[in-house]
């Protein structure tokens, strides 16, 4: 890698993180617009139920701190990877996937729950726009699963190794990312609206 | 069909296309030819616009001949003539203090823009006083207006006495689109907007007819939404007013006149449900509101401003009213095809033109 | 036109797919999808040329009976979407396509399957916006899609467009990230940012631009969709939905991308302008950096297309206020561009004429812009056909300038023919003077009090005169397009051989054959200046004038490459396409549920199977990917064969 790099005007950029990374930037509008979009409408619940009846922090705080926990297995991963240890790689990739499964179950008990309790899709624009935002981070999260247990496929058919290729540091970005997204989801729509 | 507006255009002198050329051209173009000319102002409010207006424009011509004349000069100097091969010429990067000048040139020009801008924006923005209040509803695809204070209901067609701030709240239905309310002479645009209320003071200097339109894409017909503004004498104004209050001119039940079969048409056909007649059982509304017809009569022109009203309009608009204007009245726009019959249209339009 | 799909005329070495359609359909060559993406837009661009023409002869008479309300209402709505998402802004990406890594000296873009789904992407959302007029009929709800006319309206055809531009979102967003990641990390050795041409830099600023106001849009258009087929209450005002949410997201994408539109022609013209006056670019560091700043204050303007809404004085200042500094930086440019050709020997070719042309119309459209800053003056102006002008002198006047200028310099480049220089120049003034004939009347228009998108207006308002002369124009400008479109198919076929440097040009795609070898380069090139092209073939005498050096670059990138084998260029890989497919049959699908259901099944699989077969493909490179999902956006093969295209020109080098 270092011998290719040296032979373009690149600064020591890899091309995938470059990509990576500009793919996350843009993502970072996508949830701004969504969070402002839920800012805005935050308290126009048309009659339905709003914040304070639904949300149920300690219970989102647990799956929150699921998800912040998913973020250290997966840097253990990343450091298994750098080491070329892959049976700790699978490890901490397998688990990282499993507490990302955890917070959708949890996502899903919440849905549920708050569906129950009168607040649908087309309830209110609070429920609009709730659902959008956190749904569209679900979604997020469920194509960050996905790609984690492409990971561990792979780890067992080929193996990881550090010099074929830099997935699973691509895959932590934007774990990472999700996961620092929901940080500030779990702020703005749940702490600071209750 | 659309006799909308009755003056012909006249031929006009060509002319270029420059921006000093098009100023004078439009200056001189009296608003007669040119009813919506946003250059021949009729308010203050207008004024200042136009004020504004012409002032830019007369920056921005100084600065455009100025870089055509450079563009226009550099090319004819520095072209290669017929035959002329390519020389060798300085390679040349660049000049700081020119890019400095060429920074700071045109900041301060726009500068000296932004301070009558910021100006006129809050003046026109102050409230007025001793205003009459009108609240405007922006339908698909006509204007409603309500008098507040006056208790006057009318339809495309807007009453004001001269030289009186004219304060206008602007709504529509939540289930309706955004329009936007707009007399060029006598004010700028402001759009309708569902769920917001929007304000917009409009004035005139001089008794006349004011035309205007909705300016904002709203759908099917959204060309064929236009209004007028009268403005009248305040003793005018006042008679005006009057005659809306007066009850309407509904045929007594004992009648067996035309008039009398159109009224019982209008309430059996079902026309009651959308268009209100004041002071009868006709009560409009609903979910598909037409305009309020107690003073049909006194208008000059029905369907958003778009026809004279006369006889013929009126049998070809009962007839087909789709054919005449584009509408959706099976999504509740407009007015739905009432599939009447000639002896029907004919009671009707009697009974409408007596509207008085 | 929009029939060329062979093969150029050179048959380069190397690794060659089949030949024929395939070859093109299953390419992840940057040239060939450039000129895919060039092909397609022309078709595009003809398309809504002719929904222009519609809508100038309906308006050519007062109670014009060309067209009905309800079809001129869907034209002008396809006439703005096709220019704006099918045009203008594919014809740039086919300008970036094929020339950014030319010059920036790289031998493809960093990750070419991603680049092909890019382009494939775009012609499937292109097919299926346009489809519609088979389906129900063209969108009608303004290029603008305001909301909640856009909900409200019960059939498909703003389905449609909401689909339509998600996907071609898509395509530009995958684009942009594909460009960043070429400009940043695939620049020829020596190049450095300061070094690359001012195109390039316009490209990588529109590359920004696109990353980062898509998404927003791309929220609004999935709230419109839910609102529409979910029950989502974004913009229904009855329960609180607020329709101005929409204008705000919009016009957050939409400002931005007046300058997405605009500042690839400016880099066009910035490249046109110091070769025909054998000048380096007047004051590059500030051309780049006003186009940067352009490109950043796009991102705070949006508001002053809403200046009649009722935003209330204070924001209406803040934003009056930040329109008005736009015009600083776009002052800058103007200026450099004179003083580029200041002092030059400047030759008049067809390029040339387009690219003077682009700055005098620019600088109309310009200044006419800052009327509109003018607050109480736009609420006037706001659309009324003041606006129309406007913004036809900057999108036409100045894009499309800039682009014919572009196709006519480069056309010789590309296909190894040059365009044919007096019917460029009869398309030159012909489309000159039918431009201003068109647009010019519209000022007085709109200052006449005449709305934009009027299906029908009426006599004796004083816009019948100015209305006829613009539809003449109009037809003036197709019968220039008609000249073009003649002297594209005959130069194509037997135009005056190009070579490899026609106009002795000043960056790198000149010292490259004419069409460039599938490879670009034999060798990679080494940078040591901005315009290194041009110091390599003149030195400079005693005067500073520059003198012909005896050394010809060119000799030493025309040869064949060394070692064959040396350059691995990527496969043709068919999954781009399919993936395209897929994601179109989805769209289909979602359109006509339930039984549609069917169609989106069969769309997932397409997808799923193009998806994998994407992953698997690379079979030189197991590892090469693992994560090659839709979502992401990766492409890992790619970056191996990318990767390896660098490293292993590199080694050329070295021998």
């Known amino acids: 890698m270092a011998a290719e790099v040296a032979h373009t005007t690149s600064g020591g950029l890899d091309i995938r993180k470059t990509a990576m990374w500009a793919f996350l930037a843009s993502e970072l509008m996508f949830f701004g617009a969504l969070i402002s979009t839920f800012l805005l409408y935050r308290g126009r619940t048309n009659g339905g139920p709003g914040a304070e009846e639904l949300f149920d922090i300690p219970f989102t705080s647990v799956s929150s701190f699921v998800l912040l926990m998913s973020s250290l297995t997966m840097v253990l991963a990343h450091n298994a990877w750098e080491r070329d240890d892959q049976r700790q790689l699978r490890l901490w990739l397998v688990s990282t996937a499993s507490l990302g499964l955890v917070f959708l179950g949890g996502q899903f008990f919440e849905f549920a729950t708050f569906v129950h309790e009168g607040l649908k899709l087309d309830t209110s624009p609070f429920g609009s726009s709730f659902y959008m935002l956190t749904g569209f981070h679900g979604a997020h999260v469920a194509v960050g699963v996905l790609m984690l247990s492409a990971m561990v496929i792979i780890s067992f058919r080929v193996g990881l190794s550090k010099a074929r290729g830099m997935n699973v540091e691509l895959v932590a970005l934007y774990w990472h990312f999700v996961d620092i997204v929901w940080i500030v989801i779990f702020t703005v729509v749940y702490l600071l609206q209750v | 069909m659309r006799a909308a507006v009755s003056t012909r255009e006249k031929p006009r002198r060509l002319a270029g296309g420059s921006l000093v050329a098009m100023a004078v051209v439009l200056s001189a173009c009296g608003s007669g030819d040119t009813p919506q000319n946003t250059l021949a102002p009729a308010s203050e409010r207008a004024r200042n616009i136009d004020g504004l207006f012409t002032f830019t424009l007369i920056l921005a011509a100084v600065v455009f001949v100025l870089v055509q004349g450079a563009i226009i000069y550099t090319v004819v100097k520095f072209r290669l003539k017929k035959g002329e091969e390519p020389k060798p010429v300085k390679q040349i990067h660049g000049n700081t203090r020119l890019e400095i000048a060429w920074t700071i040139a045109p900041a301060l020009i726009l500068a000296g823009l932004a301070v009558p801008t910021v100006q006129t924006i809050f003046e026109n923005a102050e409230s007025p006083v001793d205003a009459i209040e009108i609240t405007v509803m922006g339908h698909q695809w006509w204007w409603e207006y309500e008098y507040t204070d006056l208790g006057v209901v009318t339809a495309n067609e807007m009453h004001i006495p001269v030289g009186r701030d004219v304060f206008l709240t602007l709504e529509t239905d939540t289930t309706d689109v955004i329009h936007s309310f707009w007399v060029p002479r006598l004010s700028g645009k402001r759009d309708v907007v569902p769920g917001h209320v929007n304000t917009i003071t409009i004035s005139a200097d001089e008794p006349g007819e004011y035309l205007g339109q909705c300016a904002e894409f709203c759908g099917l017909s959204h060309a064929n939404m236009r209004l007028r503004v009268y403005a009248h004498e305040p003793a005018d104004f006042d008679a005006w007013v009057a005659s809306q209050l007066a009850a309407a001119a509904i045929p007594p039940d004992t009648d067996e006149s035309l008039r009398s079969t159109g009224w019982e048409l209008f309430i059996s056909k079902g026309c009651a449900a959308c268009h209100a007649v004041n002071g009868t059982e006709a009560a409009g509304g609903g979910l598909n509101p037409g305009p309020n017809l107690t003073h049909f009569a006194q208008r000059n022109t029905f369907a958003g401003a778009l026809f004279e009203r006369n006889d013929e309009n009126l049998r070809s608009w009962l007839a087909n009213p789709s054919a005449m204007k584009p509408m959706q009245p099976d999504l509740n726009r407009g007015m739905p095809n009432l599939g009447l019959n000639d002896e029907e249209i004919t009671a009707l339009v009697a009974f409408l033109q007596g509207l008085t | ?655």
């Open chain 3, 1 to 655: 036109m929009a029939t060329v799909v062979e093969a150029p005329p050179i048959s380069p070495p190397g690794a060659q797919p089949k030949g024929g359609i395939w070859a093109w359909l299953t390419s992840v060559d940057h040239k060939k999808i450039g000129i895919m993406y060039g092909v397609a837009a022309m078709a595009f661009f003809i398309l809504g040329g002719i929904e222009a023409l519609v809508i100038r002869l309906q308006l050519a008479v007062p109670e014009g009976s060309v067209v009905a309300e309800d079809a001129y209402n869907q034209l002008f709505t396809m006439h703005g979407t096709t220019m704006v998402f099918l045009f203008v802004m594919p014809i740039s990406a086919a300008f970036g396509n094929y020339f950014m890594p030319i010059m920036i000296g790289a031998r493809d873009v960093a990750f070419p399957r991603l680049n092909a789904l890019s382009f494939w992407i775009f012609l499937a959302g292109g097919i299926f916006i346009s489809s519609s007029f088979f389906l129900g009929g063209f969108p009608d709800g303004a290029w603008v899609g305001y909301s909640p006319l856009a909900t409200q309206a019960e059939v498909i055809r703003m389905d449609f467009w909401a689909l339509g531009l998600l996907i071609l979102g898509v395509a530009s967003l995958l684009g942009a990230v594909n460009f960043i990641t070429t400009i940043f990390t695939m620049r020829a050795p020596g190049m450095t940012l300061f070094r690359m041409p001012v195109f390039v830099w316009m490209q990588m600023v529109v590359a920004f631009l696109l990353a980062f106001s898509l998404p927003l849009v791309t929220v609004g258009l999935f709230q419109v969709i839910l609102d529409r087929n979910f029950g989502t209450l974004f913009y229904d005002a009855a329960t609180g939905g607020d329709p101005v949410l929409w204008q705000h997201l919009f016009w957050l994408f939409g400002h931005p991308e007046v300058y997405i539109l605009i500042l690839p022609a400016m880099g066009i013209v910035s490249e046109v302008l110091p070769t025909f006056s054998r000048k380096p670019l007047f004051g590059y560091q500030f051309v780049v950096f006003a186009g940067a700043a352009i490109g950043f204050l796009g991102f705070g303007v949006w508001a002053h297309h809403m200046f009649t809404a009722g935003l209330g004085p204070v924001a209406e200042t803040a934003f009056g206020l930040m329109t008005m500094t736009i015009a600083v930086p776009t002052g800058i440019k103007i200026f450099n561009w004179l003083g580029t050709m200041w002092g030059g020997s400047v030759s008049f070719t067809t390029p040339m004429l387009f690219a003077v042309g682009f700055v005098a119309m620019f600088t109309i459209g310009g200044l006419s812009g800052v009327t509109h800053s003018i607050v109480p003056a736009d609420t006037q102006q706001h659309d009324s056909y003041y606006v129309v002008a406007h913004f036809h002198y900057v999108l036409f006047g100045g894009a499309v300038f800039g682009i014919f200028s572009g196709v006519y310099y480069w056309f010789g480049k590309v296909f190894g023919r040059l365009l044919d220089e007096p019917l460029g120049k009869l398309h030159f003034w012909l489309m000159f003077i039918g431009f201003n004939l068109t647009f010019a009347p519209m000022h007085i228009l709109g200052l006449n009090g005449m709305p934009r998108r009027i299906a029908t207006y009426g006599d004796g308002l004083g816009w019948n005169l100015w209305n006829l002369v613009a539809t003449v124009g109009s037809f003036i400008i197709a019968l220039s397009i008609l000249v073009f479109l003649v002297n594209a198919v005959r130069s194509y076929r037997k135009g005056e051989p190009a070579g490899a440097d026609p106009w002795d040009g000043r960056t790198l795609e000149w010292s490259t054959t004419s069409p460039p070898a599938d490879y670009n380069f034999a060798e990679v090139p080494i940078v040591d200046a901005i315009d290194d092209f041009w110091y390599k073939k003149y030195g400079e005498d005693d005067n500073h004038l520059p003198v012909r050096l005896d050394t010809d670059p060119r000799d030493l990138s025309a040869r064949e490459p060394d070692v064959e084998h040396h350059v691995h260029l990527p496969s043709p890989s068919y999954y781009p396409i399919l993936l395209a497919v897929g994601i179109v049959t989805l769209a289909y699908g979602f359109l006509w549920l339930p039984i549609g259901y069917l169609a989106m099944a069969a769309g997932l699989g397409i997808m799923l199977w193009a998806i994998f077969g994407w992953a698997l493909e690379d079979i030189d490179h197991p590892m090469g990917d693992g994560n090659g999902h839709g979502d992401g956006g990766d492409d890992g093969g790619g970056r191996d064969a990318a990767a390896e295209l660098v490293g292993s020109g590199a080694e050329g080098t070295s021998e």
